[in-house]
């Protein structure tokens, strides 16, 4: 009877014990989608751009553009992914008002890492713009490519 008793036991707990793995298993499952893409995108912005861009998208007058519902942040998607890959060299002058730092080239972000941190952006800082997508990225990037070669 003892016999029997500490299987039923053993048997209960293994089973407990497989729950309780599966739980964990499907909480550590990555996000996906739209979440994930601006969670992935956050991380990055505090890699690359928090320097300059600042933690509430507000920029430095004069030198480094804010990210808060400018034309360049909510406006045409490839004009940004361009921004993203070649930098800028010179003052820029977006909505009205003129940048003058340097903004370094930052091709060596995969496209979904550009998308990702462009959607942050685009869905952050009061800021209402679509998504941006890896293929919207490699179809910019390809053409890119092209014009630098000429």
Not at 49 to 74: E, F, R, W
Not at 79 to 102: A, C, H, P, Q, T
């Amino acid at each position: 009877m003892t016999k029997y008793l500490l299987t039923i036991f053993l048997a209960f707990g293994c089973f407990q014990l497989m729950a309780q793995v599966k739980t964990r298993a499907k909480a550590k499952r990555p996000a996906t989608g739209l979440t994930a893409s601006i969670a992935n995108g956050k991380a990055i912005y505090l890699n690359h751009c928090l320097t300059c861009h600042q933690a509430d998208g507000g920029g430095v007058p004069n030198m480094n553009p804010p990210l808060i519902k400018t034309s360049y942040v909510t406006g045409d998607n490839a004009r940004l992914i361009k921004v993203v890959l070649n930098g800028f060299s010179e003052n820029v002058d977006i909505d009205g008002e003129s940048y003058s730092n340097v903004m370094p080239a930052h091709d060596f972000l995969k496209d979904r890492e550009i998308a990702d941190v462009l959607t942050y952006v685009r869905k952050s800082f009061g800021n209402k713009g679509s998504a941006i997508t890896a293929v919207q990225v490699k179809a910019v990037r390809g053409k890119n490519k092209k014009k630098a070669a000429i």
